[in-house]
Each structure stands twice: as structure tokens, then as C-alpha cells.
């Protein structure tokens, strides 16, 4: 039966796939084993022909195809998986895009997302644990949902940590992820965007930078504007 799925999966992601996608993408050096190209649109009318489960998940989600790996976020119930078990598809991750997915279609519903956030935060090690925290946060922020206050607190005081620290401590990925969480926060009222703002004022270094400067007026067209 599941080999008979993953057949089929195979099947329709050929009839589906795009080879000026996938070569552009190799170009720009991701890299899968396979890659059919198929556009997100695409990928998620394929997942709702198929019933979640987390024995075909974990089938998808173990290969190097990349929309295995989308599926795979797809079709895993939400209510069979666990912030810890999140952790470990996140050191698996291979590109900033299965990233997002993943956050967007699993992690940020999981019944303990606040253990998961906490746990990847504070992950320095991992390529990209720390920007699934943040990605995972704008989901939240964009549902408005209501978090503990030590889970706020550790977001209000990571963020900026992530944003002054040199590129070699942060990745640009990383960077743009909190950004982006930052936003969702502040739309969610005056104070919290005033909150956010505020935060540049402890480090005023980073402000006299370049950098900061950008980020600091992005959020604050954002919360001008657009909230």
C-alpha cells in the first residue's frame, strides 16, 4: 500500500514537472538528487489526492527529492508528531525553502510549538535551527496567537541579538527570518511595535551601522504602513 502511494506520488510529480525550474534552481546551487520542479501550487493539489499519515511522511520526508519533502510537511498529522521529532526533521533540512514549508504547513500547529521554539532558539549549532524558530514565530504572530510570557520574552530579546551579530554568528537566512517575525509582532499592536523599535536603542552600535539603519527603517515603514 505504501509503495503503492509513493508510486503514484512519483507518477503524478512527472506528469507535473517543470525542467526550466529545477535547472534554474541546480544553478543556483540546490542541489536534490531529484528535483521535478513542480511548483507549490502543484505540490499541494497532489497532497490533498492523498489521506495524511505518518507512515507515508516519514517515507517522503527520509529521500532527496524535493518535493518529497514538501509533501512530507503536507501529509504528517499534526497530531502524531512532537516539537521533538520537529527537531529532528530540522538537522535534516537541506535548503531555506523546505525550511519554510515545514514551519508553515507543521511545525507552528504542533500542540508543544513552545517547547520546539525554546529548544531551537538556543541551537546556535544548527544551519537553521534557529531561523525555524523565527519562521515558526511569524506563523504565530500571523495567527494571533497568544504565547507564554517567557516564550515572548525569549523572541523580544533574540531577535535583536540575531540582528547585530556579525555574519558569521548569524546567517543572512537567519537575519531575514527574524525580520520578518519581528513585522508580524509589531503589526499585532502600537506597543509591540513600539516595543520592537525600542529595542535598536541597546545597540546603538549597530545602529551607526549600515545594516542597521536599513533594518531599523524597514520595521518602522512596516509598522507605519502597513499594519
Known amino acids: 500500500m505504501l509503495q503503492n502511494e509513493l508510486k503514484e506520488i ?3 510529480l ?9 535547472t534554474s534552481m541546480r544553478e ?4 536534490y538528487k531529484l528535483n ?8 499541494k493539489q497532489i497532497a490533498t489526492m492523498h489521506k495524511p499519515d505518518s507512515e507515508l511522511a516519514a517515507a517522503l520526508w527520509k529521500e ?3 518535493e518529497f519533502k514538501i509533501l512530507a510537511s503536507l501529509l504528517q498529522p499534526v497530531d502524531e508528531f512532537s516539537s521533538r521529532k520537529a527537531e529532528q526533521w530540522v538537522k535534516e533540512i537541506p535548503y531555506l525553502e523546505i525550511a519554510e514549508q515545514c514551519s508553515h504547513n507543521l511545525f507552528y500547529k504542533l500542540p508543544d510549538v513552545e517547547d520546539l521554539l525554546l529548544g531551537l532558539i538556543a541551537d ?12 515558526v514565530w511569524t506563523e504565530l504572530f500571523k495567527e494571533g496567537k497568544i504565547l507564554t510570557v517567557p516564550v515572548k520574552t ?6 535583536m541579538q540575531t540582528l547585530a551579530s556579525p555574519a558569521l554568528e548569524a546567517s543572512f537566512k537567519e537575519k ?3 525580520v520578518k517575525a519581528m513585522k508580524f509582532y509589531g503589526r499585532q499592536s502600537a506597543d509591540q511595535a513600539r516595543q520592537m523599535l525600542g529595542r535598536f536603542d541597546d545597540f546603538p552600535e549597530f545602529m551607526q551601522t549600515s545594516e542597521g539603519q536599513e533594518m531599523y527603517n524597514d520595521l518602522k515603514f512596516e509598522f507605519e504602513y502597513c499594519r
Request: include cysteine; charged fraction near 25%.
Open 14 to 22: 512527472r506528469l507535473a514537472m517543470n525542467g526550466v525550474i529545477s
Open 124 to 135: 546556535a549549532a544548527d544551519e537553521y535551527a534557529r531561523t525555524v524558530a523565527y519562521l
Open 176 to 178: 531575514q527570518a527574524a
Open 36 to 43: 521535478f520542479g513542480v511548483p507549490l501550487p502543484e505540490i
Open 10 to 12: 512519483r507518477t503524478r
Open 28 to 31: 543556483k546551487g540546490i542541489v
Open 64 to 66: 532527496d527529492i524535493r
Open 154 to 159: 525569549t523572541f523580544v530579546a533574540e531577535c
